[in-house]
């Protein structure tokens, strides 16, 4: 494929290639391999894969490649122990061993890493396998990505112009010739992370995502989000308010027992204040929730003051988004999937703004959480749902309410 050409005649001594499964990056790498080997005589290449079958079926295509190109072999050169050789007339040999840095120290020569960010400690890998090309000798590592905690991944991003980098999703190949049906591929791929790592080549980082998707998929049911499913309640009401960049959620929960069901998401983009004020009555006239949380950072501090004139102070509680209130937040609202009391949809949007966001650690040693802007919002689902928990988890404030008049007493009083 003419992606695979590009690949092997760039003569560049370190590539690195980004491919997505089965677009055929490890016929190109023993292809390449044997071209190495053949050119000059008495020269070794390593083959490092990451388990002794992958080495296994590495070297099978090299011996393809070497029948292919007529290059005579001598008939016991295949030593199959710890790992396999494949010796050309010309002296020089392919090597296939399985990632064991103490294996791989003491060769001299081009050095091939196969599926690099599937290797167990890949750092020490790297250790010991770039000084073998010390002496002028070329470096490839390939793979399909693997999230970003291993060296594939810093090589790729932080590597420099040191390294010729080649990327192929699964789209890219298809542009390119490859017979293979995406669609069908797709739709066989219902998970959205394993879709975007294997085929479209994404690196993702599951070990940072403070909601993982195990955690997400354990909640989800398919009696969640169906208004028509409510109950009596009690129901709380949580909502993350944006205006123009950011998307408006309102997230409402109904209590049946000690878990928490999704009853309704309202999503709104870019629409009015009075718009939002509207969707607000509605959800209040018709659910009557015991307890509301607003985002009131920003443009909240209107919408909080005036749900408050309309539905009660009692019973409407603005939130301002810093950083301890959105750590106890976050930490609340994992809580709900860990112990399994939340009950969600199985919805791709909210499962991927669930998943955006991340915790990190900032140099002064708090803890931050966080998502990229997309789109789509800025993980604006989940603080409407951690708002929502957070109304039916934290205790309602206990009014005391003193007035000689009657008309303020029943004005108070109306909430409740």
């Given at each position: 494929m003419p992606y695979q050409r590009h690949y092997v005649n760039d003569?560049?001594?370190?590539?690195?290639?980004?491919?997505?499964?089965?677009?055929?990056?490890?016929?190109?790498?023993?292809?390449?391999?044997?071209?190495?080997?053949?050119?000059?005589?008495?020269?070794?290449?390593?083959?490092?894969?990451?388990?002794?079958?992958?080495?296994?079926?590495?070297?099978?295509?090299?011996?393809?490649?070497?029948?292919?190109?007529?290059?005579?072999?001598?008939?016991?050169?295949?030593?199959?122990?710890?790992?396999?050789?494949?010796?050309?007339?010309?002296?020089?040999?392919?090597?296939?061993?399985?990632?064991?840095?103490?294996?791989?120290?003491?060769?001299?020569?081009?050095?091939?890493l196969d599926e690099f960010?599937?290797?167990?400690?890949?750092?020490?890998?790297?250790?010991?396998?770039?000084?073998?090309?010390?002496?002028?000798?070329?470096?490839?590592?390939?793979?399909?990505?693997?999230?970003?905690?291993?060296?594939?991944?810093?090589?790729?991003?932080?590597?420099?112009?040191?390294?010729?980098?080649?990327?192929?999703d699964v789209h890219e190949a298809r542009r390119q010739g490859l017979e293979v049906d995406v669609e069908a591929l797709r739709a066989g791929t219902p998970d959205p992370d394993i879709w975007a790592q294997e085929y479209e080549c994404r690196f993702l980082d599951e070990a940072t995502a403070f909601l993982t998707y195990d955690l997400i998929a354990a909640v989800e049911n398919e009696m969640a989000g169906r208004p028509e499913m409510a109950g009596p309640g009690p129901f709380y009401l949580g909502a993350d308010l944006g205006r123009r960049r950011d998307l408006t959620v309102y997230c409402l929960l109904e209590q049946v027992g000690d878990v928490l069901w999704s009853r309704e998401q309202v999503v709104l983009s870019k629409t009015s204040f009075a718009e939002q004020d509207a969707e607000l009555d509605r959800l209040m006239d018709r659910y009557k929730p015991r307890r509301v949380c607003l985002d009131q950072t920003g443009l909240g501090e209107r919408a909080v003051e005036e749900a408050k004139a309309r539905h009660g102070r009692y019973r409407v509680e603005g939130v301002l988004f810093t950083n301890p209130v959105k750590q106890d937040l976050a930490l609340t609202l994992r809580r709900k999937f860990e112990d399994r009391l939340i009950r969600l949809p199985a919805d791709r949007d909210l499962r991927e703004d669930l998943h955006?966001?991340?915790?990190?650690?900032?140099?002064?040693?708090?803890?931050?959480?966080?998502?990229?802007?997309?789109?789509?919002?800025?993980?604006?689902?989940?603080?409407?749902?951690?708002?929502?928990?957070?109304?039916?988890?934290?205790?309602?404030?206990?009014?005391?309410?003193?007035?000689?008049?009657?008309?303020?007493?029943?004005?108070?009083?109306?909430?409740?």
């Open positions: 003569e560049r001594r370190f590539k690195i290639w980004i491919a997505a499964r089965q677009v055929g990056k490890s016929t190109a790498v023993a292809y390449e391999s044997v071209l190495l080997a053949s050119a000059r005589p008495k020269t070794a290449v390593l083959l490092v894969s990451a388990s002794q079958r992958q080495s296994h079926e590495l070297l099978e295509k090299v011996k393809i490649w070497a029948e292919a190109l007529k290059i005579g072999v001598a008939p016991d050169v295949v030593a199959r122990q710890t790992s396999e050789e494949l010796r050309l007339v010309n002296g020089s040999r392919l090597v296939s061993l399985p990632a064991n840095p103490d294996t791989i120290r003491g060769f001299t020569g081009h050095v091939f960010a599937f290797h167990q400690h890949s750092a020490k890998i790297w250790a010991a396998v770039f000084p073998i090309t010390t002496r002028g000798y070329a470096l490839r590592v390939i793979s399909t990505p693997n999230g970003r905690q291993n060296m594939f991944h810093q090589i790729w991003q932080h590597g420099g112009d040191l390294w010729s980098r080649h990327r192929v955006s966001v991340r915790r990190s650690i900032t140099s002064a040693g708090n803890i931050r959480f966080d998502a990229e802007r997309t789109p789509d919002g800025h993980a604006d689902r989940f603080w409407a749902l951690a708002l929502a928990v957070h109304a039916a988890v934290e205790p309602p404030v206990t009014p005391i309410i003193m007035s000689r008049s009657g008309r303020i007493m029943r004005a108070e009083l109306k909430a409740f």
